[in-house]
């Protein structure tokens, strides 16, 4: 079997979820949900599909795909994805350590997946390991930025009354964790991602004190730069919050530094940003044999979620997914990204395991 074509796919879909509009990393608002799909195709008939990580990054992301990735994959047999992905990240390594080819080649990995998985007749989780045991996953509702407390309380209840079992905020005050836990009660599990928005220690010190009586299971990504992993130790050992972070990392070097300096107590890998599913499966395998606990990164809406939802399903203990809480005009992936009573079904087709609605797909496509 050959590649034969590698096509990045951008989409934006109108979505609601129960507020206004958030501003998107000083970039205007987020009035879209953006999606980077790769649709990668055989002569054999089978396609595949991947997701890359997009947002701000996406017009670069998109010369990736088509001007680097797709020229040097086309033409490669994608059954043997080892060989394949470890020959792309080596002739772009001055290039694709973190950031847009490595999103990318995380995109290619994902779609070489859903072929292989296709090909075979079995569901990725399957071709991992997993035993067949879950058949859904709970999901944490991940709120977009929503900026006064009001606003928090109400999408935070509105998170808790569709059955999620644990909401994660994107705020930057004790006062956003305040009316939040008052929203959703004392027994659901609540987050607060604040996207680096810190950049002094002491002051992380100080909140993270002031955040205690809420209870929250972790406080992910405090510190900025997001790297600087010796300043999160040291900040870790004077706090009582459990700490998390991982989205950004860019490789397996990545994993291997903030394991050791014991920076978080939860390492959370994109399969988006890392290099794809078999970069993120051998993160969580380290962090795992480093006695951290791995929870997968996922505000995704497209194939990225899905095939986090398989790695999920192939580790053997219970691990929450995340799911960006808002409802899409339309979905390209259909029901396979949709979350009911909190829960995520466990894809059972193979590959993947979802159909794409091609309908959807030209409706939305920007380009």
């Known amino acids: ?210 955040l205690e009586p809420y209870d929250l299971a972790w406080l992910e990504e405090p510190l900025y730069p997001v790297d600087s992993y010796d300043l999160l130790a040291d900040i870790r050992r004077q706090v009582r919050v459990p700490f998390a972070a991982g989205e950004n990392l860019g490789n397996g070097n990545d994993v291997r530094w903030i394991c050791a300096a014991r920076a978080v107590d939860i390492v959370q890998p994109s399969v988006a940003k890392i290099g794809g599913i078999s970069a993120a499966w051998q993160a969580i395998a380290h962090i795992e044999a480093q006695g951290l606990r791995a929870v997968p990164h996922t505000p995704f809406l497209g194939p990225a979620l899905v095939a986090t939802l398989h790695l999920i399903a192939a580790m053997p203990q219970e691990v929450p997914c995340e799911h960006r809480f808002c409802d899409l005009e339309a979905s390209p992936l259909g029901d396979a990204v949709v979350a009911r009573d909190g829960q995520l079904a466990v894809p059972q087709g193979p590959g993947l395991g979802f159909a794409v609605d091609e309908a959807v797909v030209e409706k939305y496509r920007i380009g």
């Open 1 to 210: 079997m050959k590649i034969t074509r590698i096509e990045p796919i951008f989409l934006k879909i109108p979505y609601e979820h129960g507020a206004p509009k958030p501003a998107s990393h000083a970039m205007g608002a987020w009035d879209m949900q953006p999606m980077l799909l790769l649709r990668v195709e055989t002569d054999a008939g089978i396609t595949g599909w991947g997701e890359a990580f997009s947002h701000a990054s996406t017009p670069v992301t998109i010369s990736a795909i088509a001007e680097i990735v797709a020229k040097l994959a086309i033409g490669r047999d994608p059954t043997d994805i080892a060989a394949l992905m470890g020959d792309l990240t080596r002739r772009t390594q001055s290039m694709a350590r973190a950031g847009p080819v490595q999103f990318a080649l995380s995109g290619l990995d994902i779609a070489l997946w859903d072929i292989v998985g296709k090909a075979r007749g079995r569901p990725v989780w399957q071709l991992l390991g997993g035993s067949g045991a879950k058949q859904a996953i709970a999901a944490y509702a991940s709120l977009f930025r929503l900026g006064s407390p009001e606003l928090v309380a109400k999408v935070a209840g509105a998170a808790a009354a569709r059955g999620y079992g644990a909401i994660k905020l994107h705020e930057h005050s004790v006062a956003a964790a305040a009316s939040a836990r008052a929203a959703i009660g004392p027994d659901r599990g609540l987050m607060m991602d604040t996207n680096c928005f810190w950049d002094s220690p002491p002051a992380i010190v100080a909140i993270c004190k002031e």
